[in-house]
């Protein structure tokens, strides 16, 4: 498991750049790493004035991966020049369903996150970089700890870089086992030492963020894009994707029931045919794709017919879903979809951090209901209630019930499949057995 | 049983790194648990007591967090993930089939104090699925009834010095 092995094709004509060296026999060592033309972006990067670099960043568009896409040029501009310390807290507790991304960058390239991580502090002015790396990614952690002590050898960390005349200090933690971690300001939480439970905003952390200091708060593959941006320049970075707001290399995420999952690198706005067809080989046993989740467990589950769709933040924000932190899963004609949706529920159940009431008591509410319905204690009526207990959860307007988006989270596999799918659930209700052909929740090919 | 010399240094070690103390409780329950196993009232009260903390606000994180655990488990502890990814691919087959063999439900450990089974949420291993945690930090990815009963004989014939969570199954060097 220490090489990971690449069969991964990528979308036609397209260089990687995100996953270029996964796969790539020891490019986690830096000797590796600087022989594919690593820390060059650095180099560059601290020939730049600061405020050029967050400029530049704002200019290409780019958007955090790690599930909001908020534009992370403007994340950095939020950043109020304070006296030091200032941080950047890098968020590699990736644990949305059906996202492992950051675990591939993570193991195989720690180096691109150190150097994109350094850039980022050197544009920000921050003074310490805190890398919390999920707590089950053992593998990475040592990766990723190794990178950054032979950062600190070549000069890249410390004092002084490169002689610019600017310092910074790395820290390393491990998270321990909780979804939430990933929620940016339970993270900040998780790092003091407290229960990980998000905190109310504003402020945000931008102006009190770790310690109440002001902390930027990135992902593992958001700032693994800066690098590239800072050495190959804007028009190359905004010719991949659709300029202005959706551009960039992208990782998606494949997983389910396709012929050829894994991390597929494309540029951001790949249709959902060419990502399943064309470089996921297509449904397996030459089934019919029933249902495809676009954008990690959080987001709403659309039909088998959207060949056609991009995936992007804007085309499937306009959709009422979201591409979230980039998982794409594909579900087969022979699965149960309310099975796989209350599987979901049951997630969230779990991981509700128990702050807000709301979410608390009723993502329990939704998995008791759903499983009435699973084994035909139910009626119609319930599917209604069912319905309405997960519309009422929600973090955003008009409800705003919740501190933080796993409320809305947690309900969007329920309503959007009772949305698409209501007489699957009907069928449930009325006879407790699934409307599949074997009868089986899921029919995997074993 | 106290914490031993090594785990307290490690703890202490910690507490000197992070730029401010409190950060340093998380990855001292982990080096407590590695060191006795469990984190029980006597682990907490010790890690309260080296991190200068109420043991309540540290107890409080133990029963937060997935990979902290309150009781002994066996000495391999299989976590198989059952979120989306996996339960697509099979994995309710594999948890099944653990528990058929070892005779014990999830969240139960062998008599023989061998093997406890625990259903995981998302590893991030969808792209390998079904997959499963050992000990909190080796992955055994793109399962079958087969490899999971091939990864058990394994586990069975290795040596006891190399089992529990700091044998790490990578060198230095990798």
Redesign the interface.
């Known amino acids: 498991?220490?090489e990971r092995a690449v069969k991964q094709p990528t979308a036609k004509g397209y260089e990687k750049v995100l996953t270029r060296n996964v796969g790539v026999p020891r490019a986690y060592d830096i000797d590796v790493y600087e022989s594919r033309g690593g820390y060059a972006g650095l180099k560059k990067a601290l020939q730049m004035k600061p405020a050029e670099l967050v400029d530049l960043v704002k200019n290409s568009g780019l958007r955090g991966r790690g599930g909001a896409g908020f534009a992370t040029g403007l994340k950095w501009s939020f950043v109020p020049n304070t006296p030091p310390?200032r941080y950047l807290v890098v968020n590699g507790d990736?644990?949305?369903?059906?996202?492992?991304h950051?675990?591939e960058l993570l193991e195989n390239d720690p180096h691109q996150l150190v150097e994109g991580a350094i850039i980022t502090c050197y544009a920000v002015n921050l003074t310490?970089a805190c890398f919390y790396v999920?707590?089950?990614?053992?593998?990475g952690y040592?990766?990723l700890q190794r990178a950054v002590k032979q950062a600190y050898e070549r000069g890249y960390l410390g004092k002084n870089i490169l002689g610019s005349g600017y310092s910074l200090e790395a820290?390393l933690?491990?998270?321990?086992?909780?979804?939430i971690c990933g929620e940016e300001s339970a993270l900040l939480e998780?790092?003091?030492?407290n229960?990980?439970m998000p905190r109310s905003r504003p402020p945000f952390p931008a102006v009190v963020g770790l310690?109440g200091r002001p902390t930027v708060v990135n992902s593992v593959e958001t700032i693994c894009n800066v690098p590239h941006i800072v050495e190959r320049g804007l028009e190359w970075y905004l010719s991949l994707g659709t300029p202005p707001r959706n551009t960039g290399p992208f990782i998606y995420?494949?997983?389910?029931?396709v012929n050829n999952?894994?991390?597929h690198e494309g540029p951001l706005g790949i249709t959902v045919g060419e990502l399943v067809n064309d470089i996921g080989g297509g449904v397996w046993g030459g089934r019919k794709m029933k249902a495809f989740?676009p954008g990690g467990?959080s987001s709403a589950w659309l039909n088998g017919e959207c060949w056609d769709v991009k995936l992007d933040f804007d085309t499937l924000g306009g959709m009422k879903t979201m591409l979230g932190s980039g998982?794409q899963?594909?579900?087969d004609d022979q699965?149960c979809v309310p099975h796989?949706a209350t599987?979901?529920s049951e997630?969230y159940n779990?991981?509700s951090?128990g702050k807000c009431t709301p979410c608390r008591e009723g993502t329990r509410w939704i998995v008791k209901l759903a499983h009435r319905i699973l084994d035909g204690e139910a009626d119609s009526k319930d599917v209604d209630t069912l319905f309405s207990i997960a519309d009422r959860i929600g973090f955003g307007p008009p409800n705003k019930m919740t501190l933080c988006a796993l409320g809305d989270a947690a309900t969007s596999c329920i309503t959007s499949t009772i949305r698409q799918w209501r007489d699957e659930w009907e069928y449930h209700a009325k006879h407790g057995k699934c409307p599949t052909p074997t009868g089986k929740p899921?029919n995997?090919i074993? | 049983m106290p914490l031993s010399e090594q785990a307290r240094a490690e703890i202490q070690a910690a507490i000197a790194y992070y730029p401010q103390r409190r950060t340093a409780v998380l990855p001292a329950l982990r080096i407590a648990q590695r060191d006795q196993g469990f984190l029980g009232p006597e682990q907490v009260n010790e890690v309260a007591e080296l991190m200068d903390l109420d043991p309540n606000a540290v107890h409080m994180l133990v029963t937060f967090y997935d990979m902290l655990y309150r009781e002994p488990k066996g000495k391999y502890v299989l976590g198989v993930c059952k979120n989306i990814a996996c339960y697509l691919r099979g994995a309710d087959q594999i948890i099944e089939h653990l528990q058929d063999k070892l005779g014990v439900g999830l969240n139960e450990t062998t008599p023989d104090g061998m093997f406890t089974i625990r259903a995981f949420e998302c590893l991030a291993s969808c792209g390998t699925a079904p997959a499963l945690l050992l000990n909190n930090e080796e992955y055994v990815e793109n399962l079958s009834i087969e490899k999971v009963d091939a990864l058990l004989e394994a586990l069975k014939a290795r040596p006891p010095e190399a089992a529990g969570e700091h044998r790490v199954p990578w060198g230095t060097n990798d």
């Open positions: 498991m220490t310390p990736e644990s949305e369903p059906g996202t492992f950051d675990r310490a999920r707590g089950e990614f053992a593998l040592h990766r820290y933690i491990q998270g321990a086992g909780a979804y998780s790092l003091e030492g229960r990980p310690y995420c494949l997983s389910g029931q999952p894994g991390n989740i467990a998982a899963i594909v579900l699965c796989a599987r979901l997630f779990h991981e951090c899921v995997p074993l």
